[in-house]
């Protein structure tokens, strides 16, 4: 009897291992959230900087798992480690944000641009902008930070509450980043909306991790540097445009 439950006990002991020892091999899940949209996110994860994120995680053997959440909530989520990380944004936001640490190659690069109804109105810079009623996204850094000053400055959760300024009359400009905005208007059927010239600014655009990630943070760039070498990061980009 003695023999049977000492048999009995090694397998246990042997199953337990075994499935212990499965369940650590399988990649761990990694929830990062964003505020973008087609054509850089979409709901079904196959967005240019979605499929970039993917890969830079499959090539450190783990999964990413996209999530879309307003612009001030996903960092919010992402810097009290809600979810684990937030994309993409500008560098300098670990100053704001101590619980978030950035992975210093970039993802992609945003143009910021001005969009209108009014063709006669003329911008160069910034400070161009203060003359007029202005809508921007919350939560989006760079903008409350150089959009200051103005006739009026709402700000609204996603690109469809800032694009009904425009629609309604409530707003001159909304700035926005332009590929976003010109596949929104598309989309939509939007007529006479366009954005002004120039640029109000162009900034690479990063991953953040949440602080208790940071050790995977070089191997994360170490990727896409890979990928930018092995040809996939511009394959990728070529796709979708």
Not at 11 to 16: G, Q
Not at 130 to 140: A, C, L, M
Not at 149 to 173: C, E, M, P, Q, Y
């Amino acid at each position: 009897m003695q023999s049977d439950n000492r048999h009995g006990f090694i397998t246990f002991c042997i199953l337990a291992l075994l499935l212990f020892s499965s369940r650590s091999a399988l990649p761990d899940t990694y929830v990062l959230n964003t505020d973008n949209t087609y054509p850089r996110s979409t709901p079904d994860g196959k967005g240019f900087q979605d499929l970039i994120i993917k890969e830079m995680f499959r090539r450190i053997g783990h999964k990413a798992k996209i999530v879309h959440v307003p612009s001030e909530r996903a960092l919010a989520n992402a810097n009290e480690g809600i979810d684990d990380g937030d994309f993409v944004r500008i560098a300098g936001l670990d100053k704001k944000y101590p619980n978030l640490v950035m992975v210093p190659e970039k993802v992609s690069e945003f143009e910021f641009a001005a969009f209108s109804r009014n063709p006669s109105i003329r911008i160069s810079g910034w400070e161009s902008l203060k003359p007029y009623n202005v809508g921007i996204i919350t939560g989006w850094k760079i903008l409350e930070t150089n959009v200051s000053g103005t006739r009026s400055l709402t700000k609204v959760k996603d690109d469809k509450a800032l694009f009904d300024l425009l629609v309604n009359d409530r707003a001159d400009i909304v700035v926005f980043d332009r590929l976003q905005g010109a596949a929104f208007i598309k989309r939509e059927r939007l007529a006479g909306i366009k954005p002004l010239e120039p640029l109000l600014a162009r900034r690479d655009m990063y991953l953040y991790l949440n602080r208790r990630h940071a050790d995977l943070v070089p191997r994360l760039a170490a990727a896409l540097r890979e990928m930018k070498q092995d040809g996939t990061w511009q394959r990728i980009m070529s796709a979708a445009f």
